[in-house]
């Protein structure tokens, strides 16, 4: 506030003025009673200097959001230099010019405010004179009909014409923000009325205007209110069908999320498999080292053993020779025998005491492969569950869609109770005026014939009256030449006038009749708008009809989607059963192995060979069971990533249907008032 009272002080002294002492009191006010968004300057008398100052501080003020100039009888220069400096604001949200008389400079320079500022909200321009002139009048209408921010325009008692009124008509047309309208005390009238009712069709925001007191027919008004509550009606509905759209999108941004968790816990217990198939690989493979090692060891002492049987043998063949002189020897080679069979058994009880911790190290491994069956199986249970979650809220979903679809039938057939009526309003008011007509050309024809028989009877009276005059002429015809052209000269003006006065009867009958021809065109014409409202009436009925259709075959559709979605998952449920099924098996399968083996370790010498095969080939299976499941594992991962794709894609389809249907149907402009 004081910034502002500062610039205008300091605006006042670069200008080589004297501040005006009732705005500086104005101001001191605003700034004691604590309102600092509103400045009042109601019944201030305002000069021309100071209205140029006050428009140069406010085009750049940033406090003030309400300005009140009512009453300030502004002068034309006055009012263009205020209005110049709003142009540029951008804070003012209310505006209030009352009773300021402002004529065409003024009507210019609101037409430009209107243009130029995006802020004003609400203007108050009552008790003002625009409308008296007409093309500053439509320079007003041009403002207000490329402004994107008014909601609320006050025009009451500015004399706006008929012709006024088709401005504002046009400017309605273009209008895509007003609300409120305020007309009354004008002189509007039924063609501008009309004017006003015309530009309501393409007017889908106004909704509210006020014309009382400017000699509009009860009929314009009513249609004027009734399209003013489709307006309000259309309004509501939008809100109402933002509101579901909304809601129908928080849905599916839920689903979106919960299936996005789905897919992360099922990569979840994907990389848990994989973890622990990588663990057993890893431990299958340190398994056969550890296989390969020992036989290598068994090799290397059955080598060594051979070596020894040689160079035993090699040793007999020398003692057969010298058995005499080796006697000794042959005793230390027994007992070194009896060693070696002695650390032989030794060795052998120490691989049974081993193979007997494999055996037991194995059965721990085997319960928990057992206890992984068993979440995994829990894990199918928690998947079910979801399952029939999912079909519960498709449940609720096709609920939802059935009550949208009865609401829509139950709209539409309001609309065409609606219509009837206006059908039969339309032909009862067609019935009276014809028969109002027809009473009035018939009145007429009995006026013209009863003039025509009047005139005939004149006609001959007169001819008698000649014929008289001709028997009185043939009788005094010995009376002088004068006297006879005297009673010509009478008969010839009498003829004259009986014709001047049957010319000028004649002439108001054609006029009489001239003005039935055109009443009786007007009510033609009338009658053709309103047949041609009534097949306008009809073709958006059966435009209604077709998008009902449509909308019925789109739920159809909608419904055999979800059917199909639902037996899809049924069948990824009953796959991944299956699946796990077959892992359950290839775990039997391995147990089986496993207890096979436990029956081969106890003959472990005797056929270590045979068993280093079908370890071998048990390792082979193994890595094909592992390269099978890691394709089933991708082949999986595609489909979810394909059913994700098609449920977004579907979802996506559903809202934007939707959304056409609400923003493109005219349901709105024909819905009964709520």
Known sequence: MEDFRRTYLRLCKESGLEPQESVLNQLHDVRAAGDSTRLDLATQSLSVDTCAVLGRVLSNDVLFTEVVLSDCMLSEE????????????????????KGNNMRAVGSEALGKLLRQNKSIRRLTLEWNA????????????????????????????NQINHQGAGELAMALKRNTTLQELDLRWNNIGLLGGRALLESLQQNRMLLQLEMAGNNVPSDTLKAVEQSIDHNSDRKSTLKESRSKTQV???????????????????METIDKQREDLGRSSRMSAVRVGQLQEALNERKSAVNSLKAKLQMTEAALALSEQKSHDLGELLSRVKLEKSELKERQSREMNKEQEEAVIREGKLIRELHISTEKTLHLKSKVDELERRCKAQQDHIFDLKQE??????????????????????????????????????KEVDQLNRHREESERSLQDRVQKLEGIRIQLEEELSRVRALSVTERAQAEEELVKVRNQVRLEEQQRVSHLEEKLRLLTQSRDESQIHCTQQKRT???????NNHLALEMEGLKRRIEELQQELGGKEQEKVAEVNKVRVELQEQIGHLQA???????LKEKIAALEREMKVQTSNHREALLDKESEIASLLEKLRLKDGEIMRTREDEAQRASFLQ???????????LGSYSPKK
């Open 534 to 540: 009534v097949s306008e009436l009809q073709a958006k």
């Open 78 to 97: 006055g009012v263009k230099l205020l209005l110049h400096g709003l142009c540029s604001n951008t804070t003012v949200k209310v505006l209030d010019l």
């Open 590 to 596: 391995e147990r089986a192995t496993q207890g096979g």
């Open 248 to 266: 129908l999108s928080k849905e599916i941004q839920s689903l979106r999320e919960e299936k996005g968790k789905q897919f992360l816990n099922m």
């Open 130 to 157: 625009l409308g008296m002139w007409g093309e500053a009048f439509s320079i007003f209408c041009e403002g207000l009909g490329s402004n994107e921010a008014l909601k609320q325009l006050d025009l009451r008692n």
């Open 656 to 666: 934007k249907a939707i959304l056409t249907y609400v923003q493109g149907s005219p």
């Open 401 to 438: 869609l059935t009550n949208s679809t009865a609401e829509l039938k139950l709209r539409l057939a309001q609309a065409e109770e609606r219509l009837e009526a206006e059908k039969k309003r339309s032909k009862q008011t067609l019935d009276d005026a014809e028969n109002l007509r027809q």
